[in-house]
C-alpha cells in the first residue's frame, strides 16, 4: 500500500538516537549491528536472513544505486565503494528527520557526537544526557560537593533537552516510589566507586539519578523491552515502574517509554492512565520490518494519540535513521488509512493524528 502523501510529507522528530559509525565497518559488524545480538553466529545463518535485513535489501539498495531486492552481497559490495560520510549523508537526508535527540553516553569514542549528525542530515540536534553514564564519569570527582555540583550542572545545561536512564539494563524497571536521600546515594556511589566493579548498577543511585534529572526538569526516558543480551526481558516490562509513576505523576515532567516491544500494549495503558506517561514503538519499528504495520497498531490501541512519538533508537548504521523514519511513515499510513476506510475518524482527524504523533507530541513534551 502507497503512503498517504501527507504522512509522506511530514517532517519528523526523533525523539531517541544515537549517533552514526564514525568509519565504515566489516561485513560481520553490519550484521551484528542491524539487530541487537551481539554477533553473528555461524550456527544461526546470515542476519541478512530477517526482517530488518530484507527491509535494507529493498528499500536502503535503491537509494545506492542499485535495484530492489539486490543481494546482501551487492548492497555491501556498493556501500563500501562509497566514503562513510557519503553513506551516512545520503541516508539522513532522505529519512525527512528535522531534529534529533541524542544519546550520546554509549559508546562515543566510535559514534558522530549530535551536532556532527545534525549537520549531515541539514538538521537541529539537542542533547538526552544518560544519566548513568554521566555519573560513573564524574564518579572521579574530588569531593561529593563537587560531584553534585558537576551533576547538576550537567544536567541543566543548556543544549540538554531531557535524560535517559538504562535502568532496564543495570537493576531491572522495578523502582521504588521512595526518593532515596541524597545521603543514602552518595553513601552509595562511595561503596560503589570503591569497589569499582564496572558499570553502576546500585538501585539507590539509579533511582536517586532519576529524581535528580526530574527536579532539573528534564523530561526521562526510560529503556523498556527489546534490547540487547544485557537485559533481563522480564525485569524489562514497563508495569514494573508503576509505584516510580505513581509517585511522580503530580510533579508535571513528562516521563517517556521507549521501544517498549513486546509490552508495547503495556506501555500504551500506562501512558493513558498516568498523565505523565507518553511511549513509541522506537527500534522495534525497523527491526519489524515488513510486519511493521501489525505492531504499530497494536501499540495504539488504546494510547491517547497526543501521548505517543516517533523515535528510531537508530545507533551506528545510517540505514536504521532512514528505515526507521519510512517504516514509521508506512506503518503511521496504513493506520490513518485503515481507520479512514472503517469511519472512525475524519480526513482532517487523520492530518492532525499523523503531526502529532510524527513531531507536535515531541515539541510539546521536550519544549523544543
Not at 516510580?244 to 521501544?259: D, E, K, M, N, Y
Not at 519499528?285 to 494519540?305: D, K, W
Request: glycine residues 8%.
Amino acid at each position: 500500500m502507497a503512503i498517504l502523501p501527507f504522512v509522506a510529507e511530514l517532517g519528523l522528530i526523533d525523539h531517541h538516537c544515537h549517533g552514526v559509525l564514525r568509519a565504515d565497518s566489516t561485513r560481520e559488524e553490519f550484521e551484528s549491528l542491524l539487530l541487537e545480538a551481539d554477533g553473528v553466529a555461524p550456527l544461526g545463518g546470515s542476519f541478512f536472513d530477517s526482517a530488518i535485513g530484507f527491509a535494507v535489501r529493498r528499500w536502503c539498495a535503491p537509494l545506492l544505486d542499485l535495484p530492489r531486492h539486490a543481494s546482501a552481497e551487492e548492497y555491501l559490495e556498493r556501500r563500501n565503494s562509497l566514503h562513510i560520510t557519503e553513506v551516512s549523508r545520503t541516508f539522513l537526508m532522505a529519512s525527512g528527520i528535522h531534529t534529533f535527540l541524542v544519546d550520546g553516553g554509549f559508546q562515543p569514542e566510535r559514534l558522530l557526537a549530535a551536532g556532527e549528525l545534525a549537520s549531515l542530515a541539514g538538521a537541529v540536534s539537542h542533547d538526552i544526557v544518560r544519566l548513568e553514564h554521566l555519573a560513573e564519569e564524574l564518579s572521579a570527582a574530588a569531593t561529593e560537593t563537587e560531584f553534585l555540583h558537576q551533576l547538576r550542572q550537567r544536567l541543566r545545561a543548556p543544549s540538554v533537552v531531557g535524560a535517559k536512564s538504562v535502568a532496564a539494563y543495570r537493576m531491572g524497571l522495578a523502582l521504588s516510589g521512595e526518593r532515596p536521600s541524597e545521603s543514602e546515594a552518595l553513601r552509595a556511589m562511595n561503596v560503589w566507586r570503591a569497589r569499582n566493579p564496572g558499570p553502576l548498577k546500585d538501585p539507590v543511585v539509579i533511582s536517586w539519578l532519576a529524581w535528580e534529572a526530574l527536579d532539573a526538569g528534564l523530561p526521562l526516558q526510560f529503556h523498556v523491552g527489546y534490547g540487547d543480551s544485557d537485559i533481563d526481558l522480564h525485569r524489562c516490562d514497563p508495569s514494573l515502574l508503576t509505584p516510580f509513576l505513581r509517585a511522580t505523576s503530580g510533579l508535571g515532567v513528562p516521563i517517556l517509554l521507549l521501544h517498549n516491544y513486546p509490552f508495547h500494549r503495556q506501555a500504551g495503558y500506562l501512558a493513558q492512565v498516568f498523565p505523565h506517561v507518553f511511549c513509541d514503538l522506537g527500534l522495534a519499528t525497523h527491526g519489524l520490518g515488513h510486519q511493521a504495520s501489525r505492531v504499530f497498531a497494536e501499540a495504539l490501541e488504546i494510547v491517547p494519540y497526543g501521548k505517543f512519538l516517533f523515535s528510531s533508537d537508530a545507533f551506528a548504521l545510517p540505514e536504521l535513521y532512514y528505515l526507521g523514519a519510512l517504516l514509521f511513515r508506512r506503518a503511521l499510513s496504513d493506520f490513518l488509512a485503515d481507520g479512514l476506510h472503517r469511519d472512525a475518524f475524519l480526513e482532517d482527524d487523520a492530518h492532525r493524528i499523523a503531526r502529532l504523533i510524527a513531531s507536535e507530541n515531541a515539541a510539546r513534551v521536550y519544549k523544543l
